[in-house]
């Protein structure tokens, strides 16, 4: 599969004060089209900062961003990003959040609407399209910013740990949802965590960064699929693989 995103040498640098931080530093990695790449690494290690670049949201200070052979210069319409905060528009329903893409893009009411309806359907919403932002629980907040994303068909899903902040039932209840709604979508999904079983879970590849984005461990995940997570935990290979991404986020602690 040929690549379709690619970082190329980018390093990244922000100023505080009189002060230059280095965040990452001449990171290299592509990602191949239908792929779904876990990135996978401890807090400070760049992660959120590749993602942003990944986005377009912010320019790399040194190497460069190529999207489809491009250089990314800016956010792609192409390109979806779910941040870990809710940024749900708070007067608007769960419906017309869902909307707001294709509202952007000039899409009718009409057709936006039965778009946004079958979304809301497919991410477990249906009978809360009227519901506001401040009336639905952490998780449903969470389908439903997953649900607005995927309203505008985007190729490429960039997701910084969209489930980190909640419970355990609530997390893998998403995951599932999530592999249900990619596999057989022909999309690519580049997706931030720092919790290792998850990573596996579900990921064809994982890519381990250590400091300022110093690639650790580029594995791909040979696992099959579907992936249940009870089974995984005594499958011997998902236990060496557990082991050997542990090890590399140690190593480079230690």
């Given at each position: 599969?040929?690549?379709?995103?690619?970082?190329?040498?980018?390093?990244?640098?922000?100023t505080?004060?009189?002060?230059?931080?280095?965040?990452?530093?001449?990171?290299?990695v592509?990602?191949?089209?239908?792929?779904?790449?876990?990135?996978?690494g401890?807090?400070g290690?760049?992660?959120?900062?590749l993602l942003?670049?990944l986005?377009g949201?912010?320019p790399?200070?040194?190497?460069?961003?190529?999207?489809?052979d491009?250089?990314?210069?800016?956010?792609?319409?192409?390109?979806?990003?779910?941040?870990q905060h809710d940024t749900?528009?708070?007067?608007r329903?769960?419906?017309?959040?869902?909307?707001?893409?294709?509202?952007?893009?000039?899409?009718?009411?009409?057709?936006?609407?039965?778009?946004?309806?079958?979304?809301v359907q497919?991410?477990g919403?249906a009978?809360f399209?009227?519901?506001?932002?401040?009336?639905?629980?952490?998780?449903?907040r969470?389908?439903a910013?997953l649900a607005?994303?995927l309203?505008?068909?985007?190729?490429?899903l960039?997701?910084?740990?969209?489930?980190?902040?909640?419970?355990?039932?609530?997390?893998?209840?998403l995951?599932?949802?999530?592999?249900?709604?990619?596999?057989g979508?022909?999309?690519t999904?580049?997706?931030v965590?720092?919790?290792?079983?998850?990573?596996?879970?579900?990921?064809?590849?994982?890519?381990?960064?250590?400091?300022?984005?110093r690639?650790?461990?580029?594995?791909?995940?040979d696992?099959?699929?579907?992936?249940?997570?009870?089974?995984?935990r005594?499958?011997?290979?998902f236990?060496?693989?557990h082991?050997?991404?542990?090890?590399?986020?140690?190593?480079?602690?230690?």
């Amino acid at each position: 599969m040929s690549p379709v995103l690619v970082a190329d040498s980018v390093s990244k640098q922000f100023t505080k004060g009189d002060e230059g931080i280095v965040a990452l530093r001449e990171l290299s990695v592509s990602i191949a089209e239908s792929s779904f790449v876990t990135i996978l690494g401890r807090s400070g290690c760049g992660k959120s900062t590749l993602l942003n670049m990944l986005a377009g949201l912010i320019p790399p200070t040194a190497g460069e961003i190529r999207y489809r052979d491009r250089r990314l210069t800016g956010p792609n319409t192409r390109i979806g990003y779910l941040t870990q905060h809710d940024t749900l528009m708070p007067w608007r329903d769960v419906l017309r959040n869902v909307e707001m893409p294709l509202e952007i893009r000039g899409v009718d009411a009409a057709k936006r609407r039965a778009v946004a309806t079958d979304l809301v359907q497919r991410v477990g919403l249906a009978g809360f399209e009227k519901h506001y932002p401040r009336e639905l629980s952490g998780g449903m907040r969470r389908r439903a910013g997953l649900a607005r994303m995927l309203a505008g068909d985007p190729e490429t899903l960039l997701m910084d740990e969209p489930f980190g902040a909640l419970d355990a039932q609530l997390r893998a209840e998403l995951q599932h949802e999530l592999l249900r709604l990619w596999q057989g979508s022909g999309q690519t999904v580049v997706f931030v965590t720092h919790d290792i079983e998850e990573a596996l879970l579900l990921g064809d590849r994982v890519v381990v960064l250590g400091r300022v984005g110093r690639i650790l461990l580029d594995r791909e995940i040979d696992l099959p699929r579907p992936r249940a997570a009870d089974e995984l935990r005594v499958d011997p290979r998902f236990v060496a693989l557990h082991k050997e991404l542990s090890t590399a986020l140690k190593e480079e602690h230690s």
